[in-house]
T-cell receptor, first 113, second 111 residues
Framework: DADVTQTPRNRITKTGKRIMLECSQTKGHDRMYWYRQDPGLGLRLIYYSFDVKDINKGEISDGYSVSRQAQAKFSLSLESAIPNQTALYFC????????????FGNGTRLTVT | TQLLEQSPQFLSIQEGENLTVYCNSSSVFSSLQWYRQEPGEGPVLLVTVVTGGEVKKLKRLTFQFGDARKDSSLHITAAQPGDTGLYLCAGARTSYDKVIFGPGTSLSVIP
């Protein structure tokens, strides 16, 4: 089983719908991140969390919200999806040691029509 | 404006050639990391550099961190088709800061 699991892998939704992307991890890491990837823009940070109940905005948090109710789970919500939120979304985890690497899930491809 | 810039954005070369990709910033980073991403998968860490001037080698890949800790380079010797992928640099300004990414260099090695 993957250490970082994202569900769903693919999702198509309509403008205005609420949608939640889930991320769970078995690595026991404290830090969790949500990124979106668009061609030519690399990965841009949406939100990150250093512990349960700790939430921090990233570079592009507008239109998104997150919930970290347990160490192993970090969910990303789009309250009212819009077409320019069509992208590939990645969840990542990291332990708290100095310069530790990010461990990524396999991504969720979201299309908003 | 992105905090980390990468160049070139795209690179297509023949098998056996050498190449260098660059990661630059106007900010100082406590460390920079290089990741490689293949289609349909998340990025995977290649290396972390933490000391200004540091050089690390991973088989045919050589990574360097600039003396001022604002830039880094990745050099691949005798590229192979298996090196094809998206190469991303990422950095944190402190060990407790968020990790941000550059836009990536898409490398295609033609057999």
């Amino acid at each position: 089983d993957a250490d970082v699991t994202q569900t769903p892998r693919n999702r198509i939704t309509k403008t205005g719908k609420r949608i939640m992307l889930e991320c769970s991890q078995t690595k026991g890491h404290d830090r969790m991140y949500w990124y979106r990837q668009d061609p030519g823009l690399g990965l841009r940070l949406i939100y990150y969390s250093f512990d349960v109940k700790d939430i921090n905005k990233g570079e592009i948090s507008d239109g998104y919200s997150v919930s970290r109710q347990a160490q192993a789970k970090f969910s990303l919500s789009l309250e009212s999806a819009i077409p320019n939120q069509t992208a590939l979304y990645f969840c990542a985890t990291r332990d708290s040691s100095y310069n530790s690497p990010l461990h990524f899930g396999n991504g969720t491809r979201l299309t908003v029509t | 404006t992105q905090l980390l810039e990468q160049s070139p954005q795209f690179l297509s070369i023949q098998e056996g050639e050498n190449l260098t990709v660059y990661c630059n910033s106007s900010s100082v980073f406590s460390s920079l990391q290089w990741y490689r991403q293949e289609p349909g998968e998340g990025p995977v860490l290649l290396v972390t550099v933490v000391t200004g001037g540091e050089v690390k080698k991973l088989k045919r890949l050589t990574f360097q961190f600039g003396d001022a800790r604002k830039d880094s380079s990745l050099h691949i010797t005798a590229a192979q088709p298996g090196d094809t992928g998206l190469y991303l640099c990422a950095g944190a300004r402190t060990s407790y800061d968020k990790v941000i990414f550059g836009p990536g260099t898409s490398l295609s090695v033609i057999p």
